[in-house]
Every structure is written in structure tokens, then in C-alpha cells.
């Protein structure tokens, strides 16, 4: 019998580029901060002193799901321990599981422009008082590893029949819940292999998206991160091995071609969790077909230029094709989902 966790702690990837080299991942120790200075080229703060970058970054880090785009000026503040903003806006969605509300905020002066994105929300019951269409005030509290909204009021209740609608393949389109099918679907392995709904059947499946380049790591690289570390536990368990398999779906397939994704794959892939994608596969396929994927399980995508703004949805599907769970944002654990698809595998009999 295993005893303890079957994950390592958890470490941080280091910045290092998505289309460099075929190492695996070099790790840093969160103390070396310095590195994460890179990214200040992400956000053109570059007049910046390193320092100042970084805590501009562990506030962007903060802000749990899209990828947003603050204000220049907000790195310019000096980083409180716990820092508030006042913020309006119109409740989009809740999600009471999560604890979280989708709110299509206004410009918040000196820190954030107006866009739409998912707050935690404290204490959680205070989501029972809202439903979507809501306009609403609250504060928004920046403090140490976390944020969430805090003192939501309703200043101006939906009215009847105005609530929110989801629009197919926009970022307001509510997830896919427990119990939904996953659509049929085509993709293309890291091998050139074509990947279908059919070749999960009877397995459990964990999937999350991606794309290669994602340089934020908390974003993409620590959602493969976690999978690596789901895979090695997986394997370590031979009736998991069995019935459990990983699915990393990019939404870049203009860029992550087969080639990029083996090349990605191996470096997310820990020598000591057997061959390369045995258990774990890498696809992505036509703007269609991920596309189809992506609004299924409520994950947006938005094309920023070169990059995408998008968010992060983690699922486990059942034998059957059904979502079991899904977790969002990048603050879950492994171990979470683990059990989760552990679950789901001892109710399977593939
Ligand atoms: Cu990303």
C-alpha cells in the first residue's frame, strides 16, 4: 500500500518559452522570483522596476481566471498586503458549487478595464441574493494568494425576462454540467492520429485546453503540470491505469501541429510515469471542432493578437461520455480531480 499523497509538492514551472527545446521543464523554487520578471514583457511594463513587475504579476496570478488585462497604472501602486477596489458591474452567471460569479464589470479606475470574469465570492451564500442579470456593487479584495468579491449588494434587480442569455461559442455560455454528453467530436493526436468521442468509450477521462504558447504559469503550463502529476498517480495504480485516460485539448491548432504537441507533451510527461502518451494524449483539430469542445465545456477563447485570453476548465467524464465534474480556474488540486476520476473509474467497467 501506498501511504501519504502520491504527489510530489507542488513546485512552479519555471517561464521557460512553450516552443523552446525538448528538456523537460526546468522548476524554480518560488523564492527565485527574479525570473518572473520576464513576463513583465507580457504587459509592457517594461519602465518597471523588477520588483514592482513582480507584484503586479501576483496580482494578475490573483485574478484566478481570464486572463486579464490590467492597466498599466496598476503597477504602479505600491503592493498593499491587502488592497480593495470598489467594483460594479452586471452578474452574468453564478456558480454555486464553485462559489463564484461570472460579472461583466465596469472599469475599475487605476487597476483593471471593464470585461467579463469570474470572481469568488465571500461569504459564498451571498450568491443565493443575486441571479444573473443583477447589477451590482461590491469590493473587490486583493490579498495574499487569493481575490474575491466581498459586500455584493443589488443595486438593480434583472427584470423579468432580461436575464443574460447564452450565446452559442461566446464566453457567456454556461459550462457543461453533471450529467451533460460530451458531443461527438474529431481531433488529431500528437502521433497524426485521429482522436474521436469514441475513443474514450468506456474510459474516464480527464481534459482540459490549452495552447503551447501560453507563457502565464499559472495558466496553461500549470494546468498540464497538474495533469503530469494525475498521470504518475494514475499509473502508479494499476486498476486506474486501466480505466483512466488524459486528454490536453489545444485551442492554437494553427499552431500546435502534432510536432508541437508531441514536442509540449514529452516535456509535461514524467520519465517515471511509463511511455508517452500512453495514458495522456495531446490534440487539437479543426477551429470547428475545438471550438465545439470548448463551448461545450464553457471554457472562452479569444483571440488577443498572437495569444489568447481565455480561461480554464478541467473536466472528468465518465465512462459513459458524461461529465462527471468540472473544476475551473487553476486553483484545484490534483488530488481533486484524482478522486473525482477515481470515483467515476469504480463505477465503470472498461
Ligand atoms: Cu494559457
Not at 5 to 31: D, E, N, Q, V
Not at 35 to 44: E, F, Q, R
Not at 74 to 91: C, D, I, K, M, N
Not at 148 to 171: D, N, Y
Request: proline share 9%.
Amino acid at each position: 500500500m501506498r501511504t501519504g499523497s502520491p504527489f510530489p509538492p507542488l513546485r512552479r514551472r519555471s517561464l521557460r518559452p512553450a516552443t523552446a527545446g525538448g528538456a523537460p521543464p526546468r522548476l524554480l523554487p518560488l523564492a527565485s522570483l527574479a525570473n518572473l520578471a520576464n513576463l513583465a514583457n507580457l504587459t509592457n511594463l517594461t519602465n518597471l522596476t523588477n520588483l514592482t513587475n513582480l507584484a503586479f504579476l501576483a496580482l494578475v496570478a490573483l485574478l484566478v481566471l481570464p486572463a486579464c488585462r490590467p492597466r498599466e497604472e496598476a503597477a504602479s501602486r505600491p503592493a498593499a498586503a491587502e488592497q480593495r477596489y470598489p467594483l460594479t458591474g452586471v452578474v452574468m452567471s453564478r456558480d454555486l458549487v464553485e462559489g463564484e460569479a461570472r460579472v461583466a464589470h465596469d472599469a475599475i479606475p487605476g487597476f483593471m478595464e471593464a470585461m467579463t470574469m469570474s470572481f469568488a465570492v465571500r461569504p459564498r451564500e451571498a450568491l443565493n441574493d443575486v441571479e444573473p442579470g443583477d447589477r451590482i456593487r461590491a469590493t473587490l479584495v486583493v490579498a495574499g494568494a487569493r481575490s474575491w468579491l466581498e459586500g455584493i449588494a443589488v443595486t438593480e434587480k434583472v427584470k423579468p425576462g432580461e436575464a443574460p442569455k447564452p450565446e452559442p461559442g461566446s464566453r457567456l455560455k454556461p459550462p457543461a454540467q453533471p450529467g451533460d454528453e460530451v458531443p461527438p467530436f474529431s481531433l488529431v493526436d500528437q502521433s497524426g492520429r485521429p482522436v474521436t468521442r469514441e475513443t474514450f468509450r468506456g474510459k474516464v477521462v480527464v481534459t482540459t485546453f490549452f495552447f503551447t504558447r501560453c507563457p502565464l504559469p499559472d495558466y496553461c503550463p500549470r494546468m498540464n503540470g497538474n495533469l503530469g502529476r494525475i498521470e504518475k498517480a494514475v499509473v502508479a495504480d494499476p486498476s486506474l491505469a486501466r480505466k483512466v485516460r488524459l486528454l490536453s485539448v489545444s485551442f492554437d491548432p494553427g499552431r500546435d501541429t502534432p510536432e508541437v504537441l508531441k514536442e509540449y507533451g514529452l516535456r509535461y510527461h514524467d520519465a517515471a510515469s511509463g511511455p508517452p502518451f500512453a495514458i495522456w494524449t495531446f490534440a487539437s483539430g479543426s477551429a470547428e471542432e475545438v471550438r465545439k469542445l470548448t463551448d461545450f465545456f464553457g471554457v472562452w477563447v479569444e483571440k488577443k493578437g498572437e495569444s489568447f485570453d481565455h480561461g480554464l476548465v478541467t473536466s472528468v467524464i465518465d465512462g459513459e461520455g458524461r461529465v462527471v465534474r468540472s473544476f475551473f480556474g487553476n486553483s484545484w488540486q490534483p488530488e481533486e480531480v484524482l478522486a473525482e476520476a477515481r470515483k467515476a473509474a469504480g463505477r465503470t467497467t472498461g
